[in-house]
């Protein structure tokens, strides 16, 4: 039977880093994809350039050449495989694991199902979720949220052209997708139940979304609540009042969070409110030892403070930890 040092669950930029900093370091190592490379990123937007400058995106030290000041969804994706291929990196794609097991003689049982619905059993001495939350959306929970023409993901505007589309949400990928449609021709309502947009939206989108709404070229209801999504309308609620909004497709963009309950069938507890895991800071380890988190697996609820620029470095720092506890075994 073969145990493994480390298996990394996600090969977005924080467990690439984390298979990177294992190669480095020697040891037996796994990175196993439930999806494509970089799975979160693929899913963005079409069209979407990074908030960040193309450096703090780089991993491996490998540089991310942009001849833009902000690189795009279309440049991240190449720039990702040039790592994997560079580093010669192993990773499973198609198998989402479904289950992480405390064994009797200290090590994990990583089950996973693959695409195709085969299951298998992995075993490792220690296990790095590096998992995002990108595939969680957070849903309102109201009648019709589940209906065919309303989706959590915005991807690209052509397909809209001419058609009444509800947005709902405040922060980033509301404003983006809300501008963006409209520029291709789409009649866009933006729906949000604060009294303001989110401050954290990006400062070239921010003013630009803000003087559409000011102008009428996108219907702005804030203070606003979907109650009902039926077929062909949105029905919301302001100051009291019901109101019918006409709508051919709708997204609800109300951001993800991470796969809480695949944690808690590891063992990992969680904080009852944010659904931040348990973990210490210094070295991302959680509650159960030799079960670490990086990147976006760590923030819970609250997904607005970590970035691939902070995620990155998390990989190098649990690999560390496990190289050298390795290092004090291998000594004894």
Not at 62 to 86: G, H, M, Q
């Given at each position: ?245 006409p709508a051919d497709a709708v997204f609800l963009l109300t951001g993800y969070h991470p796969d809480c309950d695949l944690y808690r069938r590891a063992g990992i507890r969680l904080h009852r409110e944010t659904m931040v895991p348990e973990f210490d800071p210094e070295t991302f380890e959680t509650n159960v030892p ?43």
């Amino acid at each position: 039977m073969q145990i493994r040092d480390v298996t990394i669950v996600g090969a977005g930029p924080a467990g690439l880093a984390a298979g990177i900093a294992a190669k480095r370091a020697g040891l037996d190592y796994s990175i196993i994809e439930k999806g494509v490379l970089v799975n979160s990123i693929f899913g963005f937007p079409v069209n979407m350039v990074f908030f960040t400058t193309p450096e703090l995106l780089e991993i491996g030290g490998l540089p991310l050449v942009s001849p833009f000041e902000k690189p795009t969804r279309i440049e991240a994706l190449r720039y990702y495989r040039r790592v994997v291929d560079t580093y010669d990196l192993k990773i499973e794609f198609g198998e989402q694991v479904v289950n992480v097991q405390s064994e009797s003689n200290g090590t994990f049982a990583v089950e996973t199902r693959s695409e195709k619905g085969v299951r298998r059993i992995r075993h490792s001495r220690n296990v790095i979720f590096a998992i995002g939350y990108f595939d969680h959306p957070n849903y309102i929970g109201v009648p019709g949220e589940d209906l065919p023409h309303v989706s959590h993901y915005y991807s690209e505007p052509h397909g809209f052209y001419r058609k009444q589309v509800v947005i709902v949400g405040g922060g980033n990928s509301a404003a983006e997708a809300a501008l963006e449609l409209y520029r291709s021709g789409a009649h866009v309502t933006l729906v949000h139940r604060q009294p303001q947009l989110k401050a954290s939206i990006k400062y070239w989108v921010k003013p630009d979304i803000e003087n559409r709404i000011k102008e009428g070229s996108v219907h702005g209801l804030f203070n606003t609540h979907v109650v009902e999504i039926q077929p062909s309308q949105v029905v919301v609620e302001r100051d009291g009042s019901k109101e019918e909004i006409p709508a051919d497709a709708v997204f609800l963009l109300t951001g993800y969070h991470p796969d809480c309950d695949l944690y808690r069938r590891a063992g990992i507890r969680l904080h009852r409110e944010t659904m931040v895991p348990e973990f210490d800071p210094e070295t991302f380890e959680t509650n159960v030892p030799g079960i670490f988190l990086a990147g976006g697996a760590i923030c819970g609820r609250d997904t607005s403070n970590i970035f691939i620029e902070n995620g990155r470095f998390h990989g190098e720092r649990i690999i560390s930890v496990i190289a050298e506890r390795r290092g004090k075994h291998a000594h004894a």
